[in-house]
């Protein structure tokens, strides 16, 4: 298992945000957790990325405990909804910033970062700043930024939600083909049953700070909570 | 409505031109007395005598410089600082409008109110003294400032840098500085402002002895001596002017 | 290093920040009332022989302090209210071209004057030798420098009230231009053209409600430094009434120390004043600073 959460818990004032979630996934996977604003799957997310801490329960990252590791050590990148790419860096730049902070040799760079951007389809708009970029565009780049740094882990909190429905698709295939080639293991969270299935390897469902894993796709369809069955019901009644 | 519009706009760009021209020319004037508009005479002895004449024009112009140099470094860090640790307080919509207290004040009032402890730490009638009592006027001035910085945005800029593999310093350095500094550079030179045409604070805490240019120009004036006081008029206009024509926002502020 | 250490280098930071704003913003604001508060009730200070009212009591004898106030209310008063019927409609005339266009240089450049530059270039200006005075003899309007009027330490104080208009209106015109571009006024104009309003009718119901209404606490802060100014009535005002920062520190710097208590308790006037004011129009709230909520 590359990722093992136990039992973790969350409160902020009297609300609670989460409670004894736990969930387990392999490498080279994804999960997608589907739930509506509001379920606590951000707040899951930066749990495990280290931005938020949790008031009990335990991370494990190739079966270590990560709990005291702050989160530029645990690897783990955090892709949030928006690109937030950084403003004053242009797109080769934003991209090699993870390999700049590691002191990577200025050839090697280059090197990494020409042939990810040829790869995410970026070759003419290596040199642009940030504000000159599509909604698209920049979020081909923020995956660059992610993946040039091999992260054993990375999450995606609705990183298509502010797109329109076409480059949307677009990014959802880029994903998977990444995702495939790169070999990613991901948590890719969304409110939208489509792109969970769509995205995932295994899926679970957030309501109320609680998750639940799913054995397998059919079981997620049967379930009458997750919504699928409404949605069938819908199309079929039309 | 054209041709009115165009007369509004010339007769506003003479009202803000004029007095510039007004106070140059009373600079350079000879002898310039009623009923004439225009001086009898022209010389540019007394600029050059900036650099020559034993006037303390050139001290109080180094001096003056010193000061705010010194007070707007010091409070746009202080200020960059503080606007932080406030903007992650339970607090901070309280601690902010704090801050509106000191600046509201007029600053020779408020000079007055915390000379006695300027007294008491032999501060007064000292430059030290001065620059801490601008500060004390500066300083809530750049918190509110920059206190717009620390938003949302920011902090998630902070996250994905961390989730990237950034400590904190990498972060400061990297990511925060470069996008803070359009708005520190306006704190900065904004808050120079402050100190450069600061005059009542100055003279009670300064007891007269720190002679920034402001204090010349009311000696002058007192002494009603027009020219030399046009002279350093002109002296204290440049570098406003300067940076106005660089970046308007360096000059304007409003903290609403 | 771990998260525990972060967290503390985070806390220590954090630690530092706040003993800067409690040593730069708070203490000195507060030590300095307390001081005063002190002093204006004779319990310390050169003179100071126990607590008593005797110095209190002399500020409001004479209606000093009361004249003063009002005067410097009438100067802000004034001096803001003219400014603003000068730079509104320029606003609507002139809209997003104020600060946009290539003249607009010249909305920005009085900005570069400081108080006392502008109070002596006001001296100069409107002085019975001044500039106006001399246009006035070459037109023949007058024939001696005595006929000029008093502009200038006259009982209406409108030397000093000019100045203040001098350096409120360019103030108040890029400001208000701003605020025309972020309130997207002008979108708002042609939604209420095309709902059959007229120029003068957007003008007074759209226009200007919405300006005043996002300037508010602009306006009050103006206001609250206008009231405390100092530089411009030293230089151009009268003896009496003065306003009251002249006021206050002719009161410390007197030989007479027995008018120091005074001038303390007066600081106390102003100083509570001005909180009250900020007070009543500018509450923080868990929606921010907003107005008399």
New interface residues.
């Given amino acids: 298992m590359l990722l093992t959460v136990e039992n973790i818990n969350k409160r902020f004032y009297a609300e609670t945000v989460l409670q004894n979630v736990g969930l387990v996934l392999e490498q080279h996977r994804t999960l997608s957790i589907l739930g509506k604003s509001g379920c606590g799957k951000t707040t899951l997310l930066k749990i495990i990325a280290g931005l938020v801490f949790q008031d009990s329960g335990n991370i494990f990252l190739n079966g270590i405990n990560i709990n005291s590791l702050p989160p530029n050590l645990r690897r783990i990148v955090y892709m949030s909804q928006e690109p937030l790419l950084f403003p004053h860096l242009d797109v080769f730049e934003n991209i090699a910033y993870g390999l700049r902070i590691r002191k990577e040799g200025p050839a090697a760079i280059e090197t990494k970062v020409d042939q990810l951007v040829g790869k995410l389809g970026l070759q003419e708009h290596k040199r642009k700043m940030p504000h000159q970029l599509s909604g698209g565009q920049k979020q081909r780049v923020n995956f660059g930024r992610s993946l040039i740094i091999n992260p054993p882990l990375l999450l995606l909190d609705e990183p298509f939600s502010n797109l329109d429905t076409q480059t949307r698709r677009e990014m959802q295939q880029l994903f998977k083909e990444i995702a495939g080639e790169f070999k990613i293991t991901s948590i890719f969270v969304t409110h939208d049953i489509k792109e969970a299935l769509l995205m995932c390897d295994s899926i679970g469902y957030m309501k109320e700070g609680q998750l639940t894993i799913y054995d397998n796709k059919n079981s997620f369809i049967s379930d009458s909570n997750t919504g699928v069955q409404q949605e069938i019901a819908f199309w079929q009644s039309l | 409505m054209g041709g009115l519009k165009k007369a509004i706009v010339i007769i506003g760009i003479v009202l803000s031109v004029f007095p510039f021209v007004f106070l140059a020319l009373l600079s350079i004037a000879q002898d310039w007395r009623f009923p004439f508009l225009l001086p009898s005479y022209y010389q540019s002895a007394r600029w050059a005598g900036i650099f020559t004449e034993s006037n303390d024009l050139l001290k109080s112009l180094a001096l003056s410089f010193a000061i705010a140099i010194m007070v707007a470094a010091f409070s746009t860090i202080a200020g960059f600082m503080i606007s932080r640790t406030i903007s992650l307080n339970v607090k901070r919509k309280l601690l902010l409008f704090a801050c509106y207290f000191p600046l509201a004040l007029s600053p020779v009032i408020y000079s007055l109110l915390i000379n006695h402890y300027f007294i008491l730490l032999n501060l007064s009638g000292t430059i030290t003294g001065v620059i801490i009592a601008q500060l004390l006027i500066a300083v809530p001035f750049s918190i509110l400032l920059l206190s717009s910085f620390w938003s949302g945005y920011i902090r998630s800029l902070e996250d994905i840098a961390a989730t990237l593999g950034s400590n904190f310093s990498q972060s400061f350095f990297k990511v925060l500085l470069p996008v803070a500094r359009p708005q520190l550079l306006v704190c900065f030179f904004q808050t120079f402002l402050i100190s450069w045409f600061e005059f009542g604070l100055t003279t009670i805490i300064g007891v007269g002895k720190v002679q920034t240019l402001t204090l010349k120009v009311f000696e002058y004036i007192g002494e009603a001596n027009m020219y030399y006081a046009a002279l350093s008029s002109c002296i204290i206009i440049l570098p406003p002017a300067l940076f106005l024509w660089v970046n308007k926002k360096f000059v304007f502020s409003n903290l609403n | 290093?771990?998260?525990?250490?972060?967290l503390l280098?985070?806390k220590l930071?954090?630690r530092?920040?706040?003993a800067?704003?409690l040593l730069?913003?708070?203490i000195?604001?507060v030590?300095?009332?307390i001081?005063?508060m002190l002093?204006a009730l004779g319990l310390t200070g050169i003179l100071s022989k126990g607590f008593t009212t005797e110095h209190l009591g002399r500020v409001f004898e004479n209606g000093e302090v009361f004249r003063s106030l009002a005067y410097s209310f009438y100067i802000a008063f004034t001096g803001i209210f003219i400014a603003l019927v000068i730079a509104m409609p320029?606003v609507l005339?002139?809209k997003a071209a104020v600060?946009k266009s290539k003249?607009?240089?010249?909305?920005?450049?009085?900005?570069?004057?400081?108080?006392?530059?502008?109070a002596?270039?006001s001296?100069?200006?409107l002085g019975k030798?001044g500039?106006l005075?001399?246009?006035a003899?070459?037109v023949n309007v007058i024939n001696s420098?005595q006929q000029f009027p008093d502009l200038i330490n006259d009982p209406y104080s409108i030397g000093i009230i000019v100045t203040h208009v001098l350096m409120a209106t360019?103030?108040f015109l890029?400001?208000f231009s701003?605020v025309y571009q972020s309130e997207k006024i002008e979108e708002l104009t042609k939604v209420s053209a095309s709902l059959g309003a007229s120029i003068t009718q957007t003008a007074l119901k759209i226009a200007m409600p919405v300006l005043l209404k996002?300037?508010r606490?602009?306006i009050l802060?103006y206001f609250?430094?206008v009231f405390?100014?100092?530089?411009i009535p030293l230089?151009l005002g009268q003896q009496s009434p003065q306003m009251i920062?002249v006021l206050?520190?002719r009161k410390?710097q007197r030989f007479n120390l027995l008018d120091i208590p005074q001038?303390?308790f007066l600081?106390l006037i102003?100083?509570i004043t001005?909180?009250a004011?900020?007070l009543i129009f500018?509450?923080?709230?868990?929606k921010?600073?907003i107005w008399g909520d």
């Fill in positions: 290093m771990t998260l525990e250490n972060m280098k985070n930071l954090n530092a920040g706040a800067c704003f730069l913003v708070i000195p604001f030590a300095g009332i001081y005063s002093y320029a005339l002139f600060t003249w607009s240089f010249f909305s920005y450049l009085p900005l570069a004057l400081p108080a006392i530059v502008t002596f270039f001296f100069q200006l030798s500039v005075s001399r246009a003899f070459r420098i360019p103030f890029i400001f701003n996002k300037g606490i602009t802060l609250i430094f405390g100014s100092y530089e230089i920062s206050i520190v410390m001038g303390y600081s102003y100083t001005v909180i004011l900020l500018l509450k923080p709230s868990k921010g600073i």
